[in-house]
């Protein structure tokens, strides 16, 4: 389906400002070809790319990509290798692409276990991007939700030592700004392939009001057509924030 044809279908003035994506089913996607697990990765590689395409065209305002959680160190080594050379490869391949449309690639997660050179490289190769003003792109890697909401009390608590006002005055909205996502606005959509219903520890703070929307399309196959649909179907529902209808 030419995904243009969709776009009327959207309203554009109520898009999500942002939506958070959790690629899955790159393994099952391989297996169904035959292939090796990589190759089901390199392929979703090609899905992020497409999504940013998309988002650019809608003028959405952040989209953060689930890449690699804090509970992917337990994959086989290859596949954990694989995958920290798949997100230097996507950045070395787009990022002067990325550049020229405006869009701000942010990698967001714990330093914890990851190699400070590595870590050092790819901030190095997304820093061109860093004073952009258009799409924001979080690149959650080595990412875990309940560890950012740990690294974000240590944050606090430290600086609260000089000013205990930071406890004392502490409001659920000015703790987010401890978070990897401080000064984003929360996901309004999260998006899940493969058709598991699961979080699996993504975005748990900023998630509080987001629409769900789980589809079977496994992520490689998802496509601009399918993130249309996704939205078409976000601007359907109703919602509330714990209020009661038309408030
Ligand atoms: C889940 O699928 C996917 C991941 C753990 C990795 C997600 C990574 C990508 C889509 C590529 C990363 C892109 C960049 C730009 C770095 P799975 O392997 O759990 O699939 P399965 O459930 O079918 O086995």
Do not use: C
């Not at 990325?98 to 997660?109: A, D, S, T």
Request: net charge neutral; proline share 4%.
């Amino acid at each position: 389906m030419n995904y243009k044809k969709l776009i009327p279908r959207l309203d554009l003035e109520r898009l999500p400002a942002h939506v958070g994506i959790i690629m899955d089913g790159n393994g099952r996607w391989a297996a169904r070809k035959r292939r090796p697990r990589m190759y089901g990765h390199r392929a979703g590689a090609r899905s992020v790319r497409q999504m940013v395409e998309l988002g650019v065209e809608l003028k959405l305002g952040y989209i953060t990509f689930y890449a690699f959680s804090t509970e992917n160190w337990g994959r086989p080594e290859e596949e954990v290798q694989g995958l920290l050379k798949l997100l230097k490869e996507f950045l070395a391949k787009e990022i002067a692409e990325l550049n020229r449309q405006n869009i701000r690639v942010n990698i967001i997660g714990s330093e914890s276990r990851l190699d400070p050179a590595y870590l050092a490289e790819i901030r190095e190769m997304a820093s061109p991007t860093f004073g952009n003003t258009g799409l924001t792109v979080n690149m959650a890697f080595n990412y875990g939700g309940r560890l950012e909401i740990v690294e974000g009390i240590q944050k606090l608590f430290a600086e609260s030592r000089d000013k205990p006002e930071l406890i004392e005055k502490l409001s659920p909205q000015a703790f987010s700004n401890y978070l990897y996502t401080a000064g984003q606005p929360d996901p309004d959509l999260i998006i899940r392939t493969s058709g598991e219903s699961r979080i699996s520890n993504f975005l748990l703070w900023q998630m509080a009001y987001a629409e769900i929307y789980i589809t079977q399309t496994l992520w490689p196959d998802f496509d601009k057509a399918a993130f249309i649909e996704a939205l078409i179907d976000f601007q359907s529902r109703e919602r509330r924030y714990g209020g009661v209808e038309s408030q």
